[in-house]
């Protein structure tokens, strides 16, 4: 049997992605005792409003590696209320040169159960009308359309070898005309993809994750790394953060006990001399940049003369 791709919903999104590892596997990882004889060639994982954590072969979450992988969550999930798919893209690496991507969506107004036909808008049970938003919700027709525009398209690229298709995991306008009218979050990653600053390596707030990378602010309040939260934290393994680092930054756009405005806060990344060459740097590279805004305030900022006249006084 050849050329496979596995799809799982909820519980069934995470299993898949676990299937794909323990293909690769001659052993059990729990018990050794037990031998596995998989190696089916699976080349495609498609992963629908998954959770993340309720398995953990080894006590960890499984490494994944070299399979094509689509994933898409709703805003209005009332069952997996957070992206928990995002960690499963995360931790999915590529052979250098692989021909293999990986694509996330977070659709709003999609909930958890009608991207099939027999869960319904109920993601909590009776229960829903009273705490949940289901006047908001897609139409169940809409939601599942979007369903089998990417699922279809995804499997013809990665079955079939059709690259037409593969503009739509870049930017979803290429087929806006085809998906229900909502808005759409998405991600793209292939084996060509290189991380100036992840923020996983190390504790330097000064270095990126490649070599040689130097990363410097001015004029913030804030600069420090520390974990992504997920919006419902309940449970350790399962819904407590998004697994992985990012860069804290806030400013104030004037200094302490003044209106007048203060210059812009800035932050440079530097690059060591040869990586645009060795990463074949070109006008086809683009640089990507996930940024965020926060509701936090800002701490205030000191006009830099303040601290030279505390300086002298002292």
Do not use: C
């Amino acid at each position: 049997m050849g050329n496979i791709a596995l799809i799982g919903h909820s519980r069934g999104g995470e299993a898949v992605a676990l299937a794909a590892a323990f293909n690769r596997l001659t052993r059990y990882p729990d018990d050794a005792s037990l031998e596995f004889d998989f190696g089916f060639d699976i080349r495609s994982v498609i992963s629908i409003a998954p959770v993340d954590g309720q398995y953990l072969p080894a006590d960890r979450r499984a490494p994944l590696r070299d399979f094509n992988y689509l994933v898409f969550h709703g805003s209005h999930d009332g069952d997996v209320t957070s992206f928990h798919g995002l960690r499963i893209f995360n931790r999915l690496q590529f052979a250098s040169g692989s021909d293999m991507f990986k694509s996330a969506v977070y659709v709003y107004r999609a909930n958890h159960g009608q991207w099939n036909t027999v869960w319904g808008a109920h993601d909590n049970g009776p229960r829903s009308p009273r705490i949940l938003a289901l006047d908001g919700l897609l139409p169940p027709e809409d939601q599942r359309e979007f369903g089998r525009v990417f699922v279809s398209a995804f499997l013809d690229i990665t079955l079939k070898g059709d690259d037409r298709y593969r503009p739509l995991f870049r930017d979803h306008r290429v087929a806006g005309a085809w998906l229900p009218k909502t808005m759409y979050i998405t991600r793209f990653m292939d084996s060509s993809f290189r991380p100036l600053a992840d923020f996983e390596e190390d504790i330097d707030v000064t270095t990126g994750s490649a070599p040689g990378v130097t990363l410097h602010g001015a004029d913030f309040s804030t600069w420090r790394e520390g974990r992504l939260d997920l919006r419902s934290s309940n449970r350790a393994t399962t819904s407590s953060s998004q697994l992985n680092q990012a860069l804290w930054l806030a400013w104030n756009n004037s200094y302490r006990g003044s209106d007048d405005p203060a210059p812009p806060a800035a932050f440079t990344f530097s690059l060591p001399a040869g990586l645009a060459e060795e990463w074949s740097v070109g006008p086809e590279t683009t640089l990507e940049m996930h940024v965020g805004a926060l509701d936090d305030e800002p701490g205030p900022r000191d006009h830099p003369d303040a601290e030279e006249e505390d300086e002298g006084g002292e």
